[in-house]
T-cell receptor, first 115, second 116 residues
């Protein structure tokens, strides 16, 4: 069984300040973890992925995430928020089981960037 | 553009009508997923194909919903006798299956359905 918890449904930051979006997961086996961003009326765009290589993962648009197995966390960070970062962010865990890829989404975090 | 393509982008229909959506995945991807997303919610899994085989269907997928992926290429999602509760964004995603690697899902821009 696997699950994903995004601890904050809304996060508000000022432009130019750091962003932290929190994600905790549970999985019976070694999972792969992803962060996606969704702008209004758009599909989901892959920001970054962790697939058992380096634990600090760099993604697009200056985002990065660190896989911490001991804390079962995969928090998304960015040093300095930009207005264009305002969107909804989803943490996703996947696991291969018997040739089937089980995909579980978090409930999403809406990021507001204040000018 | 070699991403996932969905058609149409928007569909407005009257209650009781049938609608069909199409998804063209990234060409080498053998897995294809359909999700439904309502306003303010995350994507809800509907169904999943590996090549042409439909491997899983959610309990959300009532008998009014049917999906196909003939020849393991494009996929269609049909909703019969639409209801107002079917109004949502329908998202398609594809990925590449490898035995030791969890390929990320690549999403299309979705089809927004409005049932009046």
């Amino acid at each position: 069984a696997q699950s994903v918890t995004q601890l904050d449904s809304h996060v508000s930051v000022s432009e130019g300040t750091p962003v932290l979006l929190r994600c905790n997961y549970s999985s019976s086996y070694s999972p792969s973890l992803f962060w996606y961003v969704q702008h209004p009326n758009k599909g989901l765009q892959l920001l970054l992925k962790y697939t058992s290589a380096a634990t600090l993962v760099k993604g697009i648009n200056g985002f990065e995430a660190e896989f911490k197995k001991s804390e079962t966390s995969f928090h998304l960070t960015k040093p300095s928020a930009h207005m264009s970062d305002a969107a909804e962010y989803f943490c996703v865990v996947t696991m291969n089981s018997g040739g089937y890829q089980k995909v579980t989404f978090g409930t999403g975090t809406k990021l507001q960037v204040i000018p | 553009d070699t991403g996932v393509s969905q058609d149409p982008r928007h569909k407005i229909t009257k209650r009781g009508q049938n609608v069909t959506f199409r998804c063209d995945p990234i060409s080498e991807h053998n897995r294809l997923y359909w999700y439904r997303q309502t306003l303010g919610q995350g994507p809800e899994f509907l169904t999943y194909f590996q090549n042409e085989a439909q491997l899983e269907k959610s309990r959300l997928l009532s008998d009014r919903f049917s999906a196909e992926r003939p020849k393991g290429s494009f996929s269609t999602l049909e909703i019969q006798r639409t209801e107002q509760g079917d109004s949502a964004m329908y998202l398609c995603a594809s990925s590449l299956a490898r035995s030791s690697y969890n390929s990320p899902l690549h999403f299309g821009n979705g089809t927004r359905l409005t049932v009046t």
